[in-house]
């Protein structure tokens, strides 16, 4: 990326059966987006954390189409919380 971001994911996996990686958070850059987009910083980092682990089982965000079903997922996901 020649851009800041607020996460880096890592993917390591080997196979369909094991999920390995690693996920860099900025959370600076997810205070900033919070306030950005006038949401609790909890929750944002919450998506955030969901976005990570969606790469690493194989969604990608570069086409438009791809981020608007990552972020359908993001959004189902963060409707499971309590």
């Not at 980092?45 to 682990?53: A, Q």
């Amino acid at each position: 990326h020649n851009t800041l971001t607020d996460i880096i994911t890592f993917d390591y996996s080997e196979g369909a059966k094991q999920l390995e990686g690693e996920i860099y958070i900025s959370i600076d850059r997810v205070k900033e987006n919070a306030d950005k987009f006038k949401v609790p910083f909890q929750d944002e980092l919450d998506r955030v954390i969901i976005h990570g682990v969606l790469h690493l089982i194989g969604y990608k965000d570069k086409k438009p189409a791809d981020k608007a079903l990552m972020r359908k997922k993001e959004e189902a996901s963060l409707s499971l919380r309590k």
